[in-house]
């Protein structure tokens, strides 16, 4: 039994979508470039670092591979025809549009609507309120979230894993918290390749834009349950008011893959550009298997690792 896991902003690296250029899957991006009026094969391609890190075009740059890298599956080993469906799905961030557009709660133009109205109302943000994110490891979540409170202007953005937490604010306000958990024991405070301070007050400009946009979206019943950022809890529906609540909410999702772990899944799939989600996986769930597939290759493993999953579950001898 397997879960899906999507990746979001941070994620996106120049020429992630080289592999997948003469791939029959690459038809998404033309599919998606269509339904924005917008080159996203260049995004893939030719985009460099800086370009790529701008939220609105990192966002959908992660949100298309992934999408590309899920169509690979459904021609492969997750063949819409085949029995093999996960227990549920989930996303970080930003993936949790994609993980629902994989449960078929939202076609994949309107997700990647959704997601453009999403990177521009917090491109926007950013630039009205400037912000930075950094990743603390070696401090559980309680200390770090005890340091947030002893200044303004942070917060604590992402519960990742037993050891690695996110926090977002201020310029300065990062900067003096990163001392204090230095102080405190941390072993590494790590800057990240983002834009703003995601998952905190600060993006409280973007929310009208974004409200309005999910008010325009057509969702439907999913295939299965999408864990959401906000409450780490397995839906059915009620998607808008969620994915409204998360762009100033704490991702959880340290108790997002243990929320999929109860649900069943004994294999964590992670697709999309990067590795960081099956990372957190091995930290948080260590008994369960992990895989990452970002290119036409990680599609055959995929297929392998899932009859091995299989065999181990009804085939224990």
Known sequence: MF??????????RPGM??????????????????????NLARLLLDAEEDELRETRNAQLAAYTLSLVVLDGMHRGPLNPSATAVPVAVAGHSLGEYTALVA??????AGGARLVQARAEAMHAASEANPGTMAAVLGLDMATVAN?????????V???NAPGQVVIAGTLGAVERTATAVLDRGAKRVISLRVGGAFHTPLMQPAQAQLDAALQEAAFSSPRCPVVSNVDAQPHLGSFGPLLSAQLCSQVRWRESLLSLERAGARLFVELGPGTELSGMARRTVPGAARISVATPEGVEALGEALRASARAIYDPQ
């Open 3 to 12: 879960s899906l896991l999507f990746p979001g902003q941070g994620s996106q």
């Open 17 to 38: 979508g080289r592999s997948w250029e003469s791939n029959p899957s690459w038809a998404v991006v033309e599919e998606l470039s269509q339904a924005l009026g917008r």
């Open 103 to 108: 449960a078929g709660a939202l076609d994949a």
């Open 147 to 155: 340091l947030c409170e002893q200044f303004e202007g942070i917060w």
């Open 157 to 159: 953005a992402n519960d």
